[in-house]
Every structure is written in C-alpha cells, then in structure tokens.
C-alpha cells in the first residue's frame, strides 16, 4: 500500500508530462503546488496524529512519524497531477472539479488504509483541515503562476511554502537522520527568543524585502517565474544575492535555537551551494537575458558582501510639501541624510495631486511611510535596514494607521496640488 502511494502518483506525473508537454509556466505552477503542500501535509498529519484524528502504524521511512511515500505521494497527487491534469484557460471549474475528485477519493480510500493509517471517528475534521490548508491553496498558487496572475498573492504563498520548508521540513528531515528534536528549543528561556528575534530579523526583513522587489518588478522568486526587468532596487542596491544571504542567516540561527550542528551545516552547505553553481547558472542566465545592464550592476555589488552605500542604476525622486508642516520637517530631514540617486522636489510640482509623501523611481511608486522609508534606502544599510523592518507586510500597515492617527495621515494643502 505504501508503495502505492508513492510510485501511482510519480507514474501519473510522468505520464502527464510526457502527454501534456507543459511549458515553462505550467511546470513552475506544479512544482510550487507540491512545494507548498510538503510542509502543509507534513504539518497537518502531525497535527492529526497528536488530536487523535488518525494514526499511522509505522515500521520504517518515517519522517516525525508520517510515512515518508506516504507523505511525498500524496504532496504530488494534491499538488502536481491536478496542475498538470487540467485545462488552465477555461476558468476555475476544471481545477475545483478536480480538486472535488481528490477529496472524494481520500473519503474511499482513506477508511480502507489499514494497517498504514488508522482513522478515529472524528477523522473529517483532519481531512477538512488538510484540504483547506494544503489542497485549496497549493491548487490556486498553481494556477496563478501557471496563468501568470495575482502576482503578489503568489509570491506571498511562496514565501509562506519556502520558510515552511526550510524552518519546519529541513529540521525535521534532519533530526531524522540524528535523532535530534525539538526539545532543545522548547527548553530555551524566553530572553534567547528576544535575542535571536533582534538578532535574525534584519536578515528576515532584508529577504522578505528582497521578494517585494521582484513583484515590483514583475516577477517573483523562483527561477521559473521570474522579473521582465533587471531588479537593482532595495536589498539588491546593497547585495547581489539578498534572499540567499537572509535566507542562511536566518537558518543558521533557527539551528543554534535548535541546539543543533546539523541544521547549522545544512546552512552552510545552502551557501556554499547559492555561492557556487546557482550563482554560475545565474550569472549565465541573467548575462544572457539583461547582457551589459547586469555586468554594469555585478561589477557594483558583491554577491555576499553588503555594500555600505547603496549602488544607484536608477535616480529616485521624493515629493514633499513645503506648505504642510509634518511634510516639510520630513523633508528637511531626508535632506540632512546623504543619500545617493535621490531628489527631494515640492509635492506641488508633480503633474496631479498628491495627499501624502510621494516616492517615485521608474514606474515605481510608494506614499506615505513607505514613501519615507523607501528614500532612507538611498542613505546607507544601517537606514536602509531599519526601513526593511519598518516596511514589512503585516508592520507597515499597523505603523501607518499609527502615524495617520498621530496627525500624519494625508492632506489637501489650500491652494495647491496636494502635500
């Protein structure tokens, strides 16, 4: 049975790609499918396993107690086969009729899993769970980067998928082979928590960034999916390689939390990795796609090594009001920074009304405290930094609503444009 559940749904892989023939995008939204639902599957069997919802009788290949084909079986049923089985030009329905036919063969075949799985009675409760958090949006991150569309949900669901694997799957895949778990980290005092929150967030923030500027720019992380553009904005006008950089700092510091050498190793091997052929298939790829324009911006930034001013390809316009009090002192302090391939013009002056700080780089643009904080990328790392953190997703739009409330929020400026 567990061979089964692993070698059906590679053949069925196989065989769909021989029959579809899928292109570039189509492959990129299968794989992401399945990236997104190895951590979520993993995550909500363990989960299962601990309310009691279904056990599994395991005797090797288990990977936190789930079977390992078992688990990789069913990430590819739930996240390549429908990608690669469905027509994605029709609409949603192919893709939810096949996501009905999936849930309906888990209820057949799940009853009749014995010995491999054993289910309680209250074992729809984990069969809702997994099909709301793995199936639904493992299918919709599919499809949105095989069609190309809602490019930030997307990259935000890879964002989700890719720290799901390397916090939660690689430990867990590691602590297998050495017998290692999660005490040591349950074991630490709350202040290490604090400290390593301060200590990692920086690199977290830088990354996280990282990935806003390639939806800026209309793309997004994986090497499938990526910008129409050069990106040289943000973290990029610091470091060549800032996902990768915040990517192993953060996992080396998840593995001196874990109190575990191995995990820590496999941080080392990433950016040995990252350094080494990704970086060479890289620098071919984007030689080839952006020629003079990335030799121009590689001979500026080092691939691990921030730089301490920013590298400037394209000059950044600010708008801020004289007339308006809280917009003028901002003003005179951007002025006070010495950046590097930034104006500060009047608010006044830009073609249409503006309400609030404005940012403008290329085709570009951000108001408000992203506005401010966007310029502070022009002055140095140490600011560029704080903005990285300030800017996050779920902080920036907190610190907004705490500043418009404080007299900061957007304004009509009597007898003018805007402020």
Same mark, same amino acid.
């Given at each position: 049975?567990?061979a ?10 196989v065989?769909?790609?021989i029959h579809?023939r899928p ?10 499918a399945?990236a997104w639902n ?8 363990v989960?299962?396993?601990?309310a ?6 395991v005797s090797?290949?288990?990977v936190?107690g !789930?079977?390992?084909?078992l688990w ?29 036919i999936?849930v309906?063969?888990d209820m057949?075949?799940?009853p009749?899993? /014995?010995?491999?799985?054993?289910l309680?009675?209250t074992w729809?409760?984990? /069969?809702?769970?997994a099909?709301?958090?793995?199936l639904?949006?493992?299918?919709l ?12 949900w997307?990259?935000g669901?890879?964002?989700l998928?890719?720290?799901?694997l390397?916090?939660f ?13 999660w ?7 709350r202040?290490?928590? !604090?400290l390593a ?10 990354a996280v960034?990282a990935?806003r ?8 992380p ?6 129409s553009r ?5 973290p ?12 192993t ?6 593995g ?8 820590v190793?496999?941080a080392?091997?990433?950016a ?5 052929v990704a970086?060479?298939?890289?620098? !071919?790829?984007?030689?080839g ?16 090594l921030p730089?301490w001013?920013p590298?400037?390809v394209d ?5 801020v009001?004289?007339?308006? /009090?809280p ?19 009047a608010?006044e ?11 403008v780089?290329?085709?570009h ?6 506005a401010?904080?966007?310029?502070l990328?022009?002055v140095?790392?140490?600011?560029a930094t ?5 800017r ?9 609503l ?5 007299g900061?929020g ?8 805007s402020g």
């Amino acid at each position: 049975m567990r061979a089964v559940a692993l070698y059906l749904p590679i053949l069925l892989v196989v065989a769909l790609a021989i029959h579809r023939r899928p292109d570039r995008r189509r492959v990129a939204g299968a794989l992401l499918a399945t990236a997104w639902n190895l951590p979520a599957l993993l995550a909500v069997n363990v989960v299962a396993v601990r309310a009691g919802w279904w056990s599994f009788e395991v005797s090797a290949a288990a990977v936190a107690g !789930v079977p390992a084909d078992l688990w990789i079986g069913w990430a590819l049923l739930w996240g390549t086969v429908p990608l690669l089985a469905v027509r994605l030009g029709t609409g949603i329905g192919p893709l939810v009729g096949a996501g009905l036919i999936l849930v309906a063969a888990d209820m057949v075949l799940m009853p009749i899993g /014995e010995p491999v799985v054993v289910l309680d009675r209250t074992w729809l409760v984990g /069969e809702a769970l997994a099909v709301v958090t793995c199936l639904g949006p493992g299918l919709l991150l599919g499809r949105w980067t095989a069609r190309g569309e809602r490019l930030a949900w997307r990259a935000g669901l890879q964002v989700l998928a890719f720290t799901g694997l390397l916090l939660f799957v690689l430990p867990v895949l590691v602590f297998t082979v050495t017998g290692e778990d999660w005490a040591a980290l349950l074991a630490r005092p709350r202040w290490q928590f !604090v400290l390593a929150g301060l200590t990692l967030a920086p690199a977290g923030a830088m990354a996280v960034q990282a990935v806003r500027e390639f939806v800026a720019h209309g793309g997004t992380p994986v090497p499938l999916d990526p910008p129409s553009r050069l990106v040289t904005s943000g973290p990029y006008a610091y470091v060549a390689n800032p996902m990768q950089l915040g990517a192993t700092v953060v996992l080396a510091g998840w593995g001196v939390l874990l109190a575990s050498p191995a995990v820590v190793a496999g941080a080392a091997v990433a950016a040995a990795f990252s350094a080494g052929v990704a970086a060479w298939s890289e620098d !071919v790829e984007l030689a080839g796609r952006f020629g003079n324009d990335w030799h121009g911006y590689r001979r500026q930034v080092r691939t691990w090594l921030p730089r301490w001013r920013p590298a400037v390809v394209d000059r950044a316009v600010v708008y801020v009001a004289g007339s308006c /009090e809280p917009c003028s002192d901002v003003g005179r302090f951007l002025l006070r920074r010495p950046s590097l391939g930034l104006d500060v013009a009047a608010a006044e002056s830009f073609p249409e009304p503006l309400r609030r700080i404005t940012y403008v780089r290329r085709a570009h643009r951000a108001d408000g405290l992203a506005a401010v904080g966007r310029s502070l990328e022009h002055v140095n790392l140490a600011w560029a930094t704080g903005s990285w953190l300030v800017r996050l997703p779920v902080v920036e739009p907190v610190l907004q609503l705490v500043t418009d409330a404080v007299g900061g929020g957007p304004r009509d400026l009597a007898g003018t444009q805007s402020g």
